[in-house]
């Protein structure tokens, strides 16, 4: 174990027994677990987390508590991770961010040298005069900002989302939480705690513990999770207060979205740091984060300490280090008369200098940690006399201050001002259902905390309508505990202000000066509080200065607002689970059982080719169903019912086509476009009776249609009814010469003969003894039977058509295979040969659009697209047959040097014996023979002829035998 750590009972929250090894840097390093990242770090004496923003200045723990952006570092393809919040676990890959070349040799602490030349808002002055200089300097700044780095190949992680609610809903799982949780429960509410740390307790689990004040809180703790009322979320943040009382809690990669009847505040407050030159060097911490490294992890903080001190509360932090064995070098205590609390007796009498009046003026680094400072008297607010000699140490606790955690009252509606007696701010005005308790309402003795808490737990019980009595207010102590404004300027400056964005104390000095004297402006150009962390240390600090130097009173300058997320969701929580439905069809096992590979289709699994072998798979499927007969499932593709007297005037508008006309027996194409104009679907629509449609669409675009279906006649009120029957229905299409022969032979009660059944008509019957609906459509280019039948009798019929199609060189076909056929016959498909702002016109498909019909969705933009010069046509075309290089797919069309469109579909047909394809091309280059050029990969550059379409059997004779 190292020698950084603590015997028992310091490290509560570790266990000792167990240990975890994980990589910093590149460098293993061996926590315990319980353990953060941080606190392992800091047991193995690294301290340095990562480089500063700006300046790429060292930096390490300020907080312990997640409240700058000094502790953020890159965990796997994770950026910016709080490694002061973050758990070890095995083998994790952990680096530091904002850095060039690494964390101990990082090239951009050059920047550092370059500092006169970035005063406050240089950025707004540099970058956009004269306007070309953005052009330079653009690529320069997306390379230098940001810190953490977004991989675009991280794994998708388990996200999810939960819906809670309660009567009351507890913000904080302090003493002040604790006691509000147990009252509104006690009076009969439906209780919600949020506790953002690990175990309950708040502070009481790091600071010095009181007489028996450590047993009382655990006490309390217990009767709260024992509630049968009461239900506990730990390691949980709520991230934002909005109306009618919902939160968003996120608790690991789960979003909460809780509705309340009333909310408890109780999210206590946090140490302010002080401010003087050097101030941001690893080692200079909160006295509270000293104190939760030696409580909470078994950390000790430092070998020598000096102790800053503003209040009574930081002579327990020198007395928690003299326990720990940290030699407590001196106390230097701001206020002029430290006084006679018991705690500073304490201190004294371990022999511990106190400097009563003084400040750390300096502090000074080696080896990239803070080695020494220098004290000197403090002669008014904000200045300080005669600078002493180096007082050497390794640790300097701050204990000087506090801010209460006031961002979700102001998020709730509450009135935050400030309070001249206390210097900080006070709560008033809190809107109906939203109560503060403890430290945020400005309660901070612990008895009086919890008879605070007790309060406001009854008061929310009542207002969420539990009858119980209501204990009058409480008053506020906090005088005396924080001292104004701890800013202290250098004459030679790098006193930070504000860690995550690297500010100064002459950055609001100067921006104050040019006139930024309102927060709300001095925020925005000078970036105080628009960090990572939105200032939640220092915002007290900045407004407190801005104030001194404009002499201006707290209303005047203003306050801010942190905003919701508090401390920053994942996009994984908003988006929740990645759903990715894999559904199968009816016939998914029989294809497995056939050897075929599968593909993804929309939601669907599909056969891309049976056998291992692409290219001859699926050469003998094109080569089945050219000469023989071959089957393919198409059960994945959209089916829609549409009954009722208004089916066929619904099809009118839905589509472009006319559809009142078509003979009940018969099928038509049907084509769909968005209110733009554009294709966004195909199918066909058969006409089963004279109120009934059957209606196709394309896998992945029938939940689209259906809705669109519904949503505009919700609007037209037309009597019809709209049916998604996709999964009620497999479909099996059996296409090629011996395709009536094969059908035939399963037996069927319809008649196939040509007369009886014709090209582009629809029947119902029974095939192979199952009821089936038939429709003879050629999107294959051969004589083909699409036989629709309920998806629980599709392996029965499947197996039939097997059986029966054995003596005709029936072979199942994939759709690879399907794609070269419906290539060789020129068909379009919507979302490959075409795109969202394709039209009719421009794809060839105007042959589909009704002309003479009044109206239809997407017909108002298609007639002022009709009337524009086009500017792209979709085109078939051959390559010569000795073109050595084959274009792909999305390859661009290339005229003159510039981009003219693209290959939308390419194959090498063996029936055709020729590489054909369909392209966009300029309007003047569509005509039949005219050559363009394609490039292809390495740039070559390969000549594509147009030709007319179909490529295959251009005078449909054989798919209408």
Sequence with gaps: MSAARLPAPFGRLVDRERSVTFSFEGRRITGLAGDTIASALAANGQWMLSRSFKYHRPRGLVSAAGLEANALVQVGHEPNVAADRRAITPDLDVRAVNTFGGLDHDLGRAIGLLSRFMP????????????????VWEPVIRRLAGLGTISPKAPHGYFDKAYLFADVAVIGGGPAGLAAALAAAEAGAEVLLVEDGPVLGGSATFARPEPNGVAAVEALAARVQAHPRVTVLTEAVCQGLFADHWLSVTQGNRLNKVRARSVVVATGAHESPAVF???????????????????????????EAVVLAGNDDAYEVALDLAEAGVRVVAVADLRADPGSDPRVGAVRARGIAVHAGTTVAEALGQDNHVAAVRLAPVTGPGTFGAVGEPVACDLVAMSVGYVPATALLTQ??????PDDATFMPRVEDLPAGLFAAGSVGGVWTAERVVEDGTRAGRAAAAHAGHACPVPGPVAPDGEGRTWPIPVFPHPKGKEFIDFDEDLQVHDIIDAAAMGWDHIQLLKRFSTAGMGPTQGKLTNALVQGLLGRVTRQVAPRVGTVTIRPPITGEKLGHLAGRGFEPRRLTALHHRHEALGATMMVAG????????????????????????????????STLGKLEIRGPDAARFLERIYTWKYE????????????????????????????HAEHFYVTATTGGVDRVYRLMQFF??????KVDIANVTAAYAGINVLGPASRAVVQAVGTTVDLAPDAFPYLGVREGEVGGVPARLMRIGFGGELGYEIHVPASQAGALWDALIKAGAGHGLRPVGVEAQR??????GHVIVGQDTDSLTHPLEASL????????TDFVGKPALDILEARPQSRRLVGFALDPAAAVIPKENHLVIRDGRIAGRVTSITRSSTLGKVIGLAYVEPDQAGEGTVFTVRADGGTLVSATVVPTPFYDPDNARQEM
Excluded: C
Aim: proline share 4%; no cysteine; hydrophobic share 45%.
């Design 120 to 135: 406050v808002g240089f950025y707004y002055r540099t970058f956009y005069t004269p306007r070309a200089a953005w052009k």
């Design 277 to 303: 030159r050097g101030n941001d060097l690893p080692g200079i911490m909160l006295g509270s984060a000293a104190q939760r490294l030696m409580r909470l992890w078994a950390v000790r903080p430092g070998r």
């Design 820 to 825: 070269v056929l419906r290539l060789e016959k």
């Design 412 to 417: 709730g509606g509450a009135r935050i001002v």
């Design 713 to 718: 006649n919700a609007q037209w009120r037309m």
């Design 846 to 853: 105007g042959w589909a659009v009704g002309r003479k019909k």
């Design 603 to 634: 939601t669907w699994m599909r056969p891309a080719h049976y056998g291992p072998d692409l290219a001859s798979a699926v050469e003998a499927e094109v080569a089945a169903v050219r000469q023989a007969v071959g089957m393919i499932d198409v």
């Design 661 to 688: 006309t078509l003979a009940v027996g018969r099928v038509r194409y049907v084509l769909m476009l968005d209110e733009t104009g554009g294709i966004i679907d195909d199918g066909v629509a058969a006409r089963v």
